[in-house]
C-alpha cells in the first residue's frame, strides 16, 4: 500500500546553483553572526574569531561527507535518508526526528532574534510579529519551492551587500589593544566556545534535505555547500574580528545585539540601523530556509513507514509536502516559548551529532562495499577527514558539558521510543552495516533491497530513461562460471540457455557459435569477447551475459577472458544489434567496468553494471 503511495509522490525539481547556495547561505547566516558573537565573548573573550574559525573548519569535514553522500543519494530527508540506508531505521528514525528537531528551532531562535531587531526600528509586539512572520513562510513553502527559493535569493543577496560594506568601513576603525588579553579564559574556552557557536554552520543540513527538489543534484549541491560553508566561514570570521576590534570584548559581552552595536561605533546611528535591518534579512532567510528544509524530514521518515503516512502527503496543485510543511511551522511557534540559552545548546548538541552522522555514514558505506553506492563526488583524504571529524565533534559534546550530554540522552532515548513502538512495527529496511558485517563475518544477512533502491535512486539522479537494451538486459540470462573453461565448452553451455527461447536448436546455435568464431576471433580485447550471431525468423533478439573466474581459453595465443556479452538476433534487427554492440562497447570504456566486474558478488550486482554504465541511450 504505502509503495503503491510512493510511486504517486513527486517533488519538482525547480533550484539552481544560486538557489542552493542562498538556501544554504541564509540558513547560516542569523543568530549565529547577530546575537551569539555577545554571549560568546563572555565565556572566551576577544579570541572569538578563532572559535568560528575552528568551528567552520569542523563543519568542513561533516560539508565534505554529506556532500559525497548527497552525491550518491540525492533525496528528501537528507541526513536522515543517508543514516537509514548505512545504519538502519532506528539510527535514522533518531537522527530523523532530532535533525528536524534542530531545525526548527533554530528556525524559531532566528524569529526570536528577528523580533528583538525590530524594536529598533518599530514598536510592534514582538510574539505577534514572529507569529504572522512563521505564517507567512509557511504560506510561502506550501505554494512551492521555487517561490520560497526567489525569496531567498533576493534577501540574502541584499544580507551579504549590507556585510559587505560594515566589514570594508569597520576594518581601518579596528582597536589592536581591543584583542589584549587574547584568550583570557585558556585555550580551552576556545573550544568550547566552538562547540557553543556550531550552530552557525547548521544550514548546511538544510541543503540536504531538499535535494531531490534540486537540478542535476548530485553536481549543484556539492559545489553550493562548498561554496557556500567558504563564503559565510570568511564572512564569520571577518565580521567578528572587526565587531571585537571596534567594541572590546567587555562591551561586546554585555551586547545582545553586537553588530549593530559594532555598526553604531564607526558609521553611526545610520549604520546601526542598517545592520539591524540586515539581520531582520538574515533572521528571515533562516526562518524561510528552515521552515522548507526542516519539513522534508517528516516527509522522508514518513515514505519509509517510520512515521504516519498522512505525513508524506504532496500537494497536487504546488508539489509541495504541505502537512509536514504546517507541522514544521506550528512546532516552530511552540518553541518560540523556549528558553534562548537553552534553545542554543539543544540545537547545537543535535547538530554536532548529526554531523558525526555524516563521517560515520560514509565510513560504513564505503567499507561495505555496496556496488550501487556510486557518488559523484568522493570526500578527499578519506578516511582521515571523518575520523578527524568524529573525533572533533566528540571533543565539543564533551566540551559542551553535562547538559549538552543530557540533552542528547533525553533525544536520543525519544528518537528510540518512537522507532520502537511506532517504526519498528512498520517498517523492516535492509541497511548498509550489514552489507559491512556480512563481508567481516562471511555470512549470509542481506538480499538485494538496498542495491536494488540505490539503483533505482541514480537511474532518477543521472535522469536516465530506459530504452529497449535496458529491457533486454533486465530480462536476459546471466552466467556466473567458477571454473576454467575450453571456448567450445561455454559455447555449449550458451547454446543450451539461449536455444530454449529462441526459434532454433541448441545444436543449431552452438554450430553458428563455431563457425562466427573461425571467420575472425570475437575477442576484442585482454578478458573481453562479444560473439554476435545472425539467425534466422523475424523480431528476435536477445543476449548473454556471462563471468568466468578463472577464465575461457578461446585459442592458444590469446589472453583467458573472463567477461563475454554473447548478442543474438535476426536479420531484420541488424540496426538494434549494431546499437547494442554500441552500447556495450560504450560500457566496457569505463576504466572502473573490469574491476567492478570481478568484484561483483551476484548476478544481478553483473547485471546491474550493464544496467548503470555510462552510455548514449535511444528513445
Same mark, same amino acid.
Given at each position: 500500500?504505502?509503495?503503491?503511495?510512493?510511486?504517486?509522490?513527486?517533488?519538482?525539481?525547480?533550484?539552481?546553483?544560486?538557489?542552493?547556495?542562498?538556501?544554504?547561505?541564509?540558513?547560516?547566516?542569523?543568530?549565529?553572526?547577530?546575537?551569539?558573537?555577545?554571549?560568546?565573548?563572555?565565556?572566551?573573550?576577544?579570541?572569538?574569531?578563532?572559535?568560528?574559525?575552528?568551528?567552520?573548519?569542523?563543519?568542513?569535514?561533516?560539508?565534505?561527507?554529506?556532500?559525497?553522500?548527497?552525491?550518491?543519494?540525492?533525496?528528501?530527508?537528507?541526513?536522515?535518508?543517508?543514516?537509514?540506508?548505512?545504519?538502519?531505521?532506528?539510527?535514522?528514525?533518531?537522527?530523523?526526528?532530532?535533525?528536524?528537531?534542530?531545525?526548527?528551532?533554530?528556525?524559531?531562535?532566528?524569529?526570536?532574534?528577528?523580533?528583538?531587531?525590530?524594536?529598533?526600528?518599530?514598536?510592534?509586539?514582538?510574539?505577534?510579529?514572529?507569529?504572522?512572520?512563521?505564517?507567512?513562510?509557511?504560506?510561502?513553502?506550501?505554494?512551492?519551492?521555487?517561490?520560497?527559493?526567489?525569496?531567498?535569493?533576493?534577501?540574502?543577496?541584499?544580507?551579504?551587500?549590507?556585510?559587505?560594506?560594515?566589514?570594508? &568601513?569597520?576594518?581601518?576603525?579596528?582597536?589592536?589593544?581591543?584583542?589584549?588579553?587574547?584568550?583570557?579564559?585558556?585555550m580551552a574556552a576556545i573550544f568550547y566556545t566552538a562547540g557553543f557557536v556550531f550552530i552557525s554552520y547548521g544550514g548546511l543540513l538544510k541543503v540536504a534535505s531538499i535535494a531531490e527538489e534540486v537540478k542535476d543534484p548530485a553536481r549543484v549541491?556539492?559545489?553550493?555547500?562548498?561554496?557556500?560553508?567558504?563564503?559565510?566561514?570568511?564572512?564569520?570570521?571577518?565580521?567578528?574580528?572587526?565587531?571585537?576590534?571596534?567594541?572590546?570584548?567587555?562591551?561586546?559581552? &554585555?551586547?545582545?545585539?553586537?553588530?549593530?552595536?559594532?555598526?553604531?561605533?564607526?558609521?553611526?546611528?545610520g549604520g546601526r540601523i542598517a545592520l539591524s535591518v540586515a539581520a531582520i534579512l538574515a533572521f528571515v532567510t533562516t526562518a524561510n530556509a528552515g521552515i522548507m528544509a526542516a519539513s522534508r524530514y517528516p516527509l522522508a521518515l514518513s515514505r519509509?513507514?517510520?512515521?504516519?503516512?498522512?505525513?508524506?502527503?504532496?500537494?497536487?496543485?504546488?508539489?509541495?509536502?504541505?502537512?509536514?510543511?504546517?507541522?514544521?511551522?506550528?512546532?516552530?511557534?511552540?518553541?518560540?516559548?523556549?528558553?534562548?540559552?537553552?534553545?542554543? &545548546?539543544?540545537?547545537?548538541?543535535?547538530?554536532?551529532?548529526?554531523?558525526?552522522?555524516?563521517?560515520?555514514?560514509?565510513?560504513?558505506?564505503?567499507?561495505?562495499?555496496?556496488?550501487?553506492?556510486?557518488?559523484?563526488?568522493?570526500?578527499?583524504?578519506?578516511?582521515?577527514?571523518?575520523?578527524?571529524?568524529?573525533?572533533?565533534?566528540?571533543?565539543?559534546?564533551?566540551?559542551?558539558?553535562? %547538559?549538552?550530554?543530557?540533552?542528547?540522552?533525553?533525544?536520543?532515548?525519544?528518537?528510540?521510543?518512537?522507532?520502537?513502538?511506532?517504526?519498528?512495527?512498520?517498517?523492516?529496511?535492509?541497511?548498509?552495516?550489514?552489507?559491512?558485517?556480512?563481508?567481516?563475518?562471511?555470512?549470509?544477512?542481506?538480499?538485494?533491497?538496498?542495491?536494488?533502491?540505490?539503483?533505482?535512486?541514480?537511474?532518477?539522479?543521472?535522469?536516465?530513461?530506459?530504452?529497449?537494451?535496458?529491457?533486454?538486459?533486465?530480462?536476459?540470462?546471466?552466467?556466473?562460471?567458477?571454473?576454467?573453461?575450453?571456448?567450445?565448452?561455454?559455447?555449449?553451455?550458451?547454446?543450451?540457455?539461449?536455444?530454449?527461447?529462441?526459434?532454433?536448436?541448441?545444436?543449431?546455435?552452438?554450430?553458428?557459435?563455431?563457425?562466427?568464431?573461425?571467420?575472425?576471433?570475437?575477442?576484442?580485447? %585482454?578478458?573481453?569477447?562479444?560473439?554476435?550471431?545472425?539467425?534466422?525468423?523475424?523480431?528476435?533478439?536477445?543476449?548473454?551475459?556471462?563471468?568466468?573466474?578463472?577464465?575461457?581459453?578461446?585459442?592458444?595465443?590469446?589472453?583467458?577472458?573472463?567477461?563475454?556479452?554473447?548478442?543474438?538476433?535476426?536479420?531484420d534487427e541488424r540496426n538494434f544489434h549494431l546499437r547494442a554492440l554500441s552500447a556495450i562497447a560504450q560500457i566496457v570504456q569505463d576504466t572502473h567496468f573490469e574491476n567492478n566486474w570481478k568484484k561483483a558478488k551476484s548476478i544481478e550486482d553483473?547485471?546491474?553494471?550493464?544496467?548503470?554504465?555510462?552510455?548514449?541511450?535511444?528513445?
Amino acid at each position: 500500500m504505502i509503495k503503491e503511495k510512493l510511486a504517486k509522490i513527486k517533488l519538482t525539481k525547480e533550484l539552481g546553483l544560486l538557489d542552493v547556495f542562498c538556501i544554504a547561505s541564509g540558513a547560516m547566516v542569523s543568530s549565529g553572526l547577530f546575537i551569539l558573537p555577545g554571549i560568546a565573548t563572555a565565556q572566551v573573550g576577544p579570541a572569538l574569531f578563532v572559535s568560528y574559525f575552528l568551528a567552520g573548519l569542523l563543519a568542513m569535514t561533516g560539508m565534505l561527507s554529506q556532500a559525497e553522500l548527497v552525491s550518491a543519494m540525492p533525496k528528501a530527508g537528507g541526513t536522515y535518508f543517508y543514516v537509514t540506508r548505512s545504519m538502519g531505521p532506528g539510527v535514522g528514525t533518531v537522527d530523523g526526528l532530532l535533525t528536524w528537531f534542530a531545525l526548527s528551532l533554530k528556525s524559531a531562535f532566528a524569529l526570536v532574534g528577528m523580533s528583538a531587531f525590530l524594536t529598533l526600528i518599530v514598536r510592534v509586539d514582538i510574539r505577534l510579529v514572529a507569529l504572522i512572520l512563521c505564517g507567512l513562510f509557511i504560506g510561502i513553502n506550501i505554494l512551492g519551492v521555487k517561490e520560497a527559493s526567489r525569496v531567498q535569493v533576493v534577501l540574502v543577496i541584499g544580507l551579504l551587500a549590507i556585510l559587505v560594506l560594515y566589514i570594508a &568601513k569597520g576594518l581601518p576603525a579596528v582597536k589592536v589593544y581591543n584583542f589584549d588579553p587574547f584568550a583570557p579564559h585558556g585555550m580551552a574556552a576556545i573550544f568550547y566556545t566552538a562547540g557553543f557557536v556550531f550552530i552557525s554552520y547548521g544550514g548546511l543540513l538544510k541543503v540536504a534535505s531538499i535535494a531531490e527538489e534540486v537540478k542535476d543534484p548530485a553536481r549543484v549541491v556539492p559545489l553550493a555547500m562548498f561554496l557556500s560553508l567558504l563564503v559565510i566561514s570568511v564572512f564569520y570570521v571577518l565580521t567578528v574580528f572587526v565587531t571585537t576590534g571596534v567594541l572590546g570584548s567587555e562591551v561586546l559581552s &554585555k551586547s545582545l545585539m553586537p553588530i549593530s552595536d559594532g555598526a553604531a561605533v564607526f558609521m553611526g546611528q545610520g549604520g546601526r540601523i542598517a545592520l539591524s535591518v540586515a539581520a531582520i534579512l538574515a533572521f528571515v532567510t533562516t526562518a524561510n530556509a528552515g521552515i522548507m528544509a526542516a519539513s522534508r524530514y517528516p516527509l522522508a521518515l514518513s515514505r519509509d513507514g517510520l512515521l504516519p503516512e498522512v505525513l508524506m502527503r504532496v500537494n497536487s496543485r504546488f508539489k509541495t509536502p504541505h502537512i509536514s510543511i504546517m507541522i514544521t511551522g506550528l512546532f516552530m511557534i511552540i518553541a518560540l516559548l523556549l528558553n534562548l540559552s537553552v534553545l542554543v &545548546k539543544v540545537a547545537s548538541t543535535v547538530l554536532i551529532l548529526t554531523y558525526m552522522f555524516s563521517c560515520f555514514s560514509v565510513i560504513i558505506l564505503r567499507e561495505s562495499r555496496l556496488q550501487n553506492y556510486q557518488p559523484q563526488f568522493h570526500a578527499p583524504l578519506y578516511p582521515g577527514v571523518q575520523i578527524i571529524g568524529i573525533v572533533g565533534f566528540a571533543f565539543l559534546l564533551f566540551e559542551l558539558g553535562k %547538559e549538552a550530554f543530557w540533552i542528547s540522552a533525553i533525544l536520543i532515548i525519544s528518537g528510540f521510543f518512537v522507532f520502537w513502538f511506532y517504526g519498528r512495527i512498520r517498517a523492516n529496511r535492509e541497511y548498509a552495516l550489514l552489507h559491512l558485517i556480512e563481508r567481516i563475518t562471511a555470512k549470509e544477512l542481506t538480499g538485494r533491497t538496498l542495491q536494488t533502491e540505490l539503483k533505482e535512486i541514480i537511474r532518477e539522479r543521472d535522469d536516465i530513461l530506459k530504452d529497449r537494451f535496458d529491457h533486454i538486459i533486465e530480462k536476459c540470462h546471466v552466467l556466473d562460471i567458477e571454473q576454467e573453461l575450453s571456448m567450445r565448452d561455454f559455447f555449449k553451455l550458451v547454446a543450451d540457455t539461449m536455444s530454449k527461447n529462441l526459434s532454433i536448436s541448441a545444436e543449431n546455435f552452438y554450430n553458428l557459435l563455431i563457425l562466427r568464431e573461425k571467420e575472425s576471433t570475437t575477442v576484442i580485447s %585482454e578478458g573481453l569477447a562479444i560473439p554476435h550471431i545472425i539467425i534466422e525468423g523475424e523480431k528476435m533478439f536477445d543476449i548473454l551475459l556471462a563471468r568466468c573466474r578463472s577464465g575461457i581459453t578461446f585459442s592458444g595465443d590469446i589472453p583467458k577472458v573472463h567477461i563475454v556479452f554473447v548478442l543474438v538476433g535476426s536479420r531484420d534487427e541488424r540496426n538494434f544489434h549494431l546499437r547494442a554492440l554500441s552500447a556495450i562497447a560504450q560500457i566496457v570504456q569505463d576504466t572502473h567496468f573490469e574491476n567492478n566486474w570481478k568484484k561483483a558478488k551476484s548476478i544481478e550486482d553483473l547485471r546491474d553494471i550493464v544496467l548503470l554504465g555510462k552510455r548514449q541511450r535511444v528513445a
